[in-house]
């Protein structure tokens, strides 16, 4: 075979090659170690210097000019393969977008917004706690003894222990009063917190859900008194129900952490199902609170000689529901989109007294 045979033999085989691999298979035919034109260059040392230089000149030439062919089919290949790619990628950018759905708030976590910028705004500061809470923080620390009746009134749901494990269990915390204790025992006194979460208890019907929410609130100062507590909760109702007009009813209670104790009932109207605060002749039960018990302080190293305040326990899903007018609280927690919607906030109205709590 004479050098324009091989070179039209290489040529062509490089312009058949489907894909890179057939393409390395003709480049290891004619150019790879053992390939044909290697094996002509092996010959070259046979012949004398004259005939050596011509032909060492062409199959040089030839081996640059299969080489260069090899180049170019590669590139091309790759060309086509990443129009291949193109083609199947393809993407039409102006086409619109689609409309993402907006989210939207809680009742709960917006009701929770808003107290906590009202209390702010009356020099509170947000204190928490866990939900799994020991018992001594959730009963003890409270002066609720093991025998109270209390402890059995709180419907509590208990942790497991380990068996052979014979401490007390944990509780899931069945109010947030135990966040009292830890606030003072971390702060001292004087301190004013609240502490809105999660509470527990079992019991379930269209006013009682197994999970609820309070917030609980703190004053302690030296002479801290019953018409701070009265006048701090009555500026929060009217705040709070953006009305001028609230009326609140202060009922003698009993709780072992405070002593005076007082329940909160609040002056509404049903009208068709449409409530209205400040008005009519129903009350609802919205708070338990009172003078903070001096076992209560005790228990969180705060001296009961030189110290006193309030305490109060509110319900949020409660309030919720009075002020956007929510029938039945189970609703609040079954996740449903339709109600979300309906009942939901928008996600950046973030509460706030200056512009109005709720626009
Ligand atoms: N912890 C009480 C409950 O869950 C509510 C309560 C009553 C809280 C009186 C208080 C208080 O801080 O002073 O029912």
């Known amino acids: 075979m004479d050098l324009s045979e091989l070179r039209g033999k290489y040529i062509e085989a490089v312009a058949g090659a489907a894909d890179e691999a057939a393409l390395e298979e003709v480049r290891i035919a004619a150019l790879g170690k053992k390939g044909e034109i290697s094996a002509r260059m092996a010959t070259l040392g046979k012949m004398d210097p004259e005939e050596r230089k011509a032909a060492g000149a062409m199959l040089n030439l030839l081996k640059d000019e299969i080489d260069a062919a090899l180049r170019a089919r590669k ?72 025998e109270h009746p209390a402890r059995q009134e709180h419907d509590t749901f208990f942790m497991h222990r380990a068996a052979g494990d014979n401490r007390p269990p944990h509780v899931l915390r069945t109010h947030t009063s135990p966040v009292q204790i830890r606030a003072m025992t971390e702060q001292g006194a004087p301190i004013r917190v609240i502490a809105p979460g999660r509470v527990y208890r079992m019991d379930m019907d269209q006013t009682h859900t197994p999970m609820f929410h309070q917030v ?30 609230v009326e609140l009813r202060f009922r003698a209670s009993h709780f072992p952490f405070t ?84 009942y939901g906030f928008a996600a950046l109205d973030l509460p706030n007294l200056p512009s109005g709590l709720s626009r």
């Open 75 to 146: 590139a091309a290949l790759a060309d086509a393969a990443l129009d291949e790619r193109l083609k199947s990628e393809w993407l039409d950018v102006t086409l619109p977008g689609r409309p993402r759905r907006a989210g939207s708030i809680h009742p709960v976590s917006q009701v929770m917004d808003e107290l906590t910028a009202i209390f702010a705004d009356m020099g509170f500061s947000v204190a928490e706690g866990p939900q799994i809470e020991s018992d001594w923080y959730n009963f003890d620390a409270l002066n609720i003894p093991p």
């Open 216 to 245: 609980e609130g703190l004053a302690i100062d030296r002479d801290i008194s019953m018409a701070n507590l009265k006048w701090c909760l009555e500026e929060f109702c009217r705040a709070f129900f953006e009305v001028d007009k």
């Open 259 to 342: 002593e005076p104790s007082a329940e909160v009932d609040i002056r509404y109207s049903n009208v068709g199902g449409q409530l209205k605060i400040g008005e009519g002749d129903k009350w609802m039960e919205i708070l338990g609170s009172g003078m903070v018990h001096p076992k209560v302080l005790q228990a969180a190293g705060v001296n009961p000689d030189e110290w006193q305040g309030f305490a109060f326990g509110m319900g949020i899903d409660r309030i919720a529901m009075l002020k956007y007018g929510i029938p039945d609280l189970r609703a609040f927690f079954e996740a449903d989109l339709r109600w979300l919607r309906h």
